[in-house]
């Protein structure tokens, strides 16, 4: 769990606030992702960052904004969130190949629990 | 449309008896598999995983899962349950050369002293 670490580990913020999640990754690895999870509800695929570019948006609100500026590091900014948004977010990476072998296991951070008032 | 089903929201099992946690799927294409276990407040671990080759796959904390094609299944198992096992664990899909995971809603084991 140590590879990957989240901040803040929790996190309570308006509807009209402006925050930021961090995820840093000290793996070595060249993907990272944001989850959604929800209770009772599947994790939810967010973003992914494959070499640094965004390969996959699952049709998130544009209330969330992803950023990653290096191969360690990612963040989900947030703004104008409602009280729906309210959930765990996790965060992964992973290291893939270019070639487009098959998947690695994903190594998960241990998630900041947003709520939203 | 991929999908991963684990029909059961709950598993309850008494120490040193035998666990299965159930796990279906529907994907188009050879499924890669995964089964992910979360302890509270931690992220997801890995535990298995199923690419190719034999249906009987072992992982971590002697935990394996058998995969059958014609049951699109891939269920999880142990022989002898400990106290420690409980937690929530998730299977997972993805298609092959893709790293997108779908996740299954997850089942919550419960193992009694």
């Known amino acids: 769990e140590t590879g990957v670490t989240q901040t803040p580990r929790h996190l309570v913020m308006g509807m009209t606030n402006k925050k930021s999640l961090k995820c840093e990754q000290h793996l070595g690895h060249n993907a990272m992702y944001w989850y959604k999870q929800s209770a009772k509800k599947p994790l939810e695929l967010m973003f992914v960052?494959?070499?640094?570019?965004?390969?996959e948006n699952n049709s998130v609100p544009s209330r969330f904004s992803p950023e990653c500026p290096n191969s360690s590091h990612l963040f989900l900014h947030l703004h104008t969130l409602q009280p729906e948004d309210s959930a765990l977010y996790l965060c992964?990476?992973?290291?893939?190949?270019?070639?487009?072998?098959?998947?690695?296991?994903?190594?998960f951070g241990p998630g900041t629990r947003l709520t939203v008032t | 449309a991929q999908s991963v089903a684990q029909p059961e929201d709950q598993v309850n099992v008494a120490e040193g008896n035998p666990l299965t946690v159930k796990c279906t799927y529907s994907v188009s294409g050879n499924p890669y598999l995964f089964w992910y276990v979360q302890y509270p407040n931690r992220g997801l671990q890995f535990l298995l995983k199923y690419i190719t080759g034999d249906n009987l796959v072992k992982g971590s904390y002697g935990f394996e899962a058998e995969f059958n094609k014609s049951q699109t299944s891939f269920h999880l198992k142990k022989p002898s349950a400990l106290v420690s096992d409980s937690a929530l664990y998730f299977c997972?899909?993805?298609?092959?050369?893709?790293?997108?995971?779908?996740f299954g809603a997850g089942t919550r084991l419960a193992v009694h002293p």
């Open positions: 960052y494959n070499f640094k570019e965004q390969t």
């Open positions: 997972a899909v993805s298609l092959g050369g893709y790293n997108k995971l779908i």
């Open positions: 992964a990476s992973s290291q893939e190949e270019a070639s487009g072998t098959p998947t690695y296991e994903q190594y």
